[in-house]
C-alpha cells in the first residue's frame, strides 16, 4: 500500500481508530484487545471502541475484522499511524482530555505544546484532528471548510518538519521489519502532499456528480489556496475525474463504430454522443480550468466525433439544415484553435449548401419547379465593326409559397395604377365626394396588399448576382441596341 491509495474514508478504516488502541501498542497488545472485541462481537456486543475521535456514524460489523489485517501489515500499519493521534509523552493529558470528550482541551495542549519533538508531534495531531473532522461529512459547511484549511496548514508544517520524520524513521526502526526502511519512510514524506490533495480532488469529484456544485468549488478552491504547485493540484483533480474522461473517449469510439455501418444515422449518433457526454463534460469543467488539457482533450475529442458523424449524415442525406443545428453544438465543445477551425470550415461549406437548397426570401425549403431565373449580361467590348458580351443566367432559390406571392404582385401593381390614374382622374371631374372617398380607401387597401406581398430580399443581395453587379454585370439578356 501507498500513500497513493488514499481514500476520503480513510478514518473508516484507520485500525487505531477502529480499535481504539495507541499507536505504539504492540504486537502482543493487538492481540490481546483485538481477541477482546472479536469475543464482544461474538456476544452480541458492540465489537468496537468509542476511543478517542469516536465517528459520528458508527462502524459496520466487519470493522474489527479488517482493522485487525491492517495492523498486521507493518506498511499498512505504519500509515494508519501517520494518520492517527500520538502520545506527546509518556503520561499523555491531551489524549486523557479526548477520552473524556473534551476536545477543547486538548487541542489547546498541543497548541501550546514546548518545540523540538513534542512540538512536532502536536503539530501532526492537530493536522489529524482537523482531517477527521473534516472528513465526518460530504457537505462543505462553514465549519467543515474551515476544518480542512487548518488540516492542510497544519500538515504543511508537519511535512517541512524533519524533526518529525526523524520520529516516524525511529518508529519504522521499532516496529523493526525490512519492508519498512528510511526509503519508506522519505517516499511517505513525499507522497503526502499528493495523497492529501488527492482526497480533496475525489470530494471534489464526488460532489460534482452529486450535483452539489458549491462544494466541489469549495473543495477545489482550498486546493488551490495551498501554494502547491498547480500542476500537482490540477493531477490530482485529473485523476479523481478518471472516470469521467474514460466514458467520454468511450462514448467517441463508440460512435464512430455505430457510423461505419449506417452513415445516414450519422445525426442520430451524433445527437446521442452529445447528450450522453454533456454531463460528464460538466464534471470536468466545473472542477478543472477551462485551459487544463484534459478538458481541452475532451472538448476536442467530442467536437472531432460529432464532426465526424455530421459529414457522413450530410454526404449519405444531404440534409444540410439538421447537420448545421449539430455542428453549432459541436463547435461549442471544440477547445483548440486547429479542430474550431476544422468544425467552422465545415459549417460554412454547409451554410454555403442550405443557402442554395432554401428559399432566398423567406428561407424556408425551396421548391426546384419555383427558382426565380435571372438572366445577366456583362463584359460589353464594343468592336469596330461588331459588340461582345457574355451572359448568364443566375437561378434564385425560391419556394412555392414565394412564387405564388410574386405572381399575385405581378396582379396587384398594374390594379393599383389603374385605380390611382381613375382616382386622379374622377377627382378632376369632381365626382361626388362618396365615390372618391371609396376610390382612395381602395387605393390604400392596394398599396397594403402590394407591400404585403413584397419579398423580403432584393434579389440584389443573392451572392452570385451580388458578385456579377460588383464585376459591372447588368440585368437583361443582351445590351441595349444590340
Known sequence: MTLADLKPDLYRQNAFRITGLPVRATAREVRRHTDRLLVMERLGKAGTTQGMLPPERPFDDDATQRAVQRLRDPVVRLVDELFWLWPVDGDDAAMAALLRGEPDE????????????????????????????????????????????????????????????????????????????????????????????????????????????????????????????????????????????????????????????????GDEIAERLLDEAKPLLR???????????????????????????????????????????????????????????????????????LSLHACFFCGRDADPSAALEHKMYGDVNHLQWKTTWRTATIPVPRCARC?????????????????????????????????????IALDALLVILVVALAPGRSVAE?????????????YGARPRGT
Open 106 to 265: 486538548a487541542l489547546h495542549m498541543w497548541e501550546h505544546a514546548e518545540r523540538g519533538p513534542a512540538g512536532a508531534v502536536a503539530t501532526h495531531n492537530l493536522a489529524v484532528f482537523s482531517l477527521v473532522k473534516a472528513l465526518e461529512s460530504d457537505e462543505l459547511d462553514d465549519d467543515r471548510l474551515r476544518s480542512w484549511r487548518r488540516a492542510y496548514a497544519c500538515w504543511a508544517k508537519v511535512i517541512a518538519d524533519d524533526t518529525f520524520w526523524d520520529l516516524v524513521r525511529a518508529r519504522a526502526e521499532e516496529i523493526d521489519d525490512p519492508r519498512l526502511t528510511a526509503r519508506t519512510v522519505r517516499r511517505m514524506r513525499d507522497d503526502l502532499p499528493a495523497a492529501l490533495l488527492s482526497i480533496s480532488a475525489q470530494l471534489a469529484a464526488r460532489a460534482v456528480r452529486e450535483g452539489r456544485l458549491r462544494d466541489a468549488r469549495r473543495h477545489a478552491g482550498v486546493m488551490r489556496g495551498l501554494g502547491q504547485a498547480s500542476q500537482l493540484v490540477d493531477d490530482a483533480l485529473r485523476a479523481a475525474l478518471e472516470p469521467e474522461a474514460s466514458r467520454m473517449k468511450a462514448l467517441c469510439e463508440d460512435a464512430y463504430q455505430q457510423l461505419k455501418p449506417d452513415p445516414g444515422r
Open 283 to 353: 464534471v470536468l469543467t466545473e472542477v478543472l480550468p477551462d485551459d487544463h488539457w484534459a478538458v481541452r482533450d475532451a472538448g476536442d475529442d467530442l467536437a472531432h466525433a460529432a464532426l465526424a458523424c455530421v459529414v457522413a449524415f450530410v454526404n449519405a442525406t444531404k440534409e444540410n439544415r439538421r447537420a448545421l443545428d449539430l455542428l453549432d453544438h459541436a463547435l461549442a465543445l471544440a477547445v483548440t484553435d486547429p479542430v474550431r477551425d476544422r468544425v467552422q470550415e465545415n459549417i460554412d461549406i454547409i451554410s454555403g449548401n
Open 403 to 439: 412564387k405564388s406571392r410574386a405572381a399575385r404582385r405581378r396582379i396587384v401593381i398594374p390594379l393599383l395604377i389603374l385605380l390611382v390614374v381613375a382616382t386622379v382622374m374622377a377627382l378632376i371631374a369632381s365626382v361626388a365626394v362618396v365615390f372618391g372617398l371609396i376610390l
Open 462 to 474: 443573392f451572392p452570385p448576382i451580388t458578385d456579377l453587379l460588383l464585376k459591372g454585370w447588368k
